[in-house]
């Protein structure tokens, strides 16, 4: 495997260029705040970004938790990956990266500086500073005509000012880029895809009714199911709602709020 280290100090934009590196250099995985993205997808991990302390941040970010690591050790193996860009705030952490997974400890460097003149670094580190804003590199897909963007995560950071700490919300952001392009997707397909994922759990008997609420920071599925009666109806519900928050977010990089299901009816399975 040819792996590429992206190095650059926090908040000077090496997320915001990675899909440009990965462009140059045709590299289809990247690896960033413990993530695993191929492309537009996130295919495996758990975004650092999520965590409630840096300590925690930071330690998902080197993949320090044993079941996190074997996830992310799996995919690479299932995808049979050639070439990996991993994303790093220094040579330590690549290393880091590396060795908790188990790759080769040969790498090309790339540093931001190389990719982005100082006024893009310098605006880069000032969104950060001032808007709080992360990025992570899979590009935004808009629901066309209702949906202009999203974002990813709230969070909660703490500064200190005057020694005194305040909980700030900030916010977790994708770009609206790529070096592929911007995606539009119609609230057709995405309905299309809610349904083909509520249907792979065998209990639904049919999907009666979707709806989609577009909301500031993602959406929020309202499902209507008749279900086969075959384990408690509770267990049944929840399995479908993470199936479908799962397939939709990695399918198509929109943030689910939410899945609720309503059952309308329950049919009796005859076997």
Do not use: W
């Not at 995919?75 to 705030?89: N, P, Q, S, V, Y």
């Not at 209990?203 to 609420?213: P, S």
Request: net charge positive; proline share 2%.
């Amino acid at each position: 495997m040819d792996i590429y280290a992206f190095i650059g100090r926090s908040g000077t934009g090496k997320s915001y260029k990675a899909q440009y590196v990965a462009g140059c250099y045709d590299i289809e995985y990247i690896i960033d705040d413990g993530l695993l993205i191929k492309g537009n997808k996130v295919i495996a991990g758990v975004s650092a970004k999520k965590e409630s302390t840096r300590i925690a941040a930071v330690k998902r970010a080197v993949f320090k938790d044993a079941e996190h690591r074997e996830k992310i050790k799996e995919a690479i193996r299932e995808h049979a990956i050639d070439k990996l860009l991993i994303i790093g705030t220094s040579e330590h952490m690549i290393k880091s990266i590396i060795d908790a997974l188990e790759l080769d400890r040969d790498y090309k460097i790339i540093r931001i500086e190389d990719v982005s003149e100082p006024e893009e670094i310098e605006e880069a580190t000032k969104s950060r500073r001032v808007k709080g804003k992360h990025v992570i590199p899979v590009p935004t897909f808009e629901i066309k005509k209702d949906f202009s963007g999203y974002f990813l995560d709230s969070i909660k950071m703490l500064t200190n000012k005057s020694n005194k700490e305040h909980d700030l919300e900030k916010t977790v952001v994708r770009p609206t880029f790529s070096y592929l392009g911007k995606y539009n997707i119609t609230n057709g397909a995405l309905k299309t895809i809610i349904f083909e994922s509520a249907k792979e759990n065998d209990r639904v008997a049919r999907v009666l009714f979707i709806d989609i609420e577009n909301k500031p920071n993602g959406i929020i599925i309202n499902l209507s199911l008749s279900l086969y009666l075959k384990e408690p109806l509770n267990i049944t519900a929840k399995n479908i709602m993470e199936r479908v928050k799962d397939n939709v977010e990695y399918m198509t990089g929109i943030n689910i709020i939410s899945v609720n299901i309503l059952i309308k009816s329950i049919k009796i399975d005859q076997e």
